[in-house]
């Protein structure tokens, strides 16, 4: 059985997260249907690089699956993007890969983007795809406060209560903030993220931003290992899973 790597961009917002729910349509159950109706009916299980929660967009998701007969790279990715016409998925790239390959355990690390605009009048074209801060924010002082999150450290404070990692330690390789036009940028890159750890820790770098914390506030927030000293979760209509390197 042939194993195609998938390069899968999306629109969060339709969708429950990448996960098959039982209350609404996922990301994963999109892709796993197209897939199914390229092997003769037969059921296709799609293997992410890794969830993304209710909301949440990729632009560059990977994923992989196994079908029963080999389909052209090309062929495959426009048949799937055939199949799911009316869905805000769509497969940018498809190819042949080793049967050992696995687009979750091979990952090396990932890179997301949360994008931040902040003027006082509500949006328009990016509704539900940036998250609109009505005040002006010092993305200097966010960037000075994320380098804090910078490397190896117990990030209880900035995982979601709900998280089903075995431990509350991650390495961060990479956090930047920078004012791109009229937006406001959080870049963030590590091997790998606890459940709503970039939208926790985006959400307290706001605070920041707007002047109710400082540096030594996030500190603090990091030190205390207590969700309670998070500060305000943001929303996922920003959040975007830009890459996954192998």
Known sequence: MPRYKLTIE????PYQGWQWQDHGPSVQGVLEAAGA?????????????GRTDSGVHALAQ?????????I?????RDAMNFHMVKHAVTVLKAEIMPDEWHARFDATEREYLYRL????MKL????????????????????DAAQIMIGKHDFSTFRDT????KSPIKTLDEITVLRAGVEVHCHFRARSFLHKQVRSIVGSLVEVGMGKWDAEDMQAALEARDRTQCGPVAPPDGLYLTKVSY
């Open 37 to 49: 109706k390229l092997n003769k009916g037969e059921p296709v299980v799609v293997y992410g690089s």
């Open 117 to 120: 605009i902040d003027r006082r």
């Open 72 to 76: 052209r790279e090309d062929k495959l």
């Open 10 to 13: 999306y629109d969060g917002a």
């Open 162 to 165: 709900q998280c089903q990692a």
């Open 62 to 70: 990977i994923a992989h699956m196994d079908l029963a007969a080999e």
């Open 124 to 143: 328009s074209l990016d509704r539900g795809r940036v998250w609109r801060i009505p005040v002006k924010l010092d993305a200097d002082a966010m960037h």
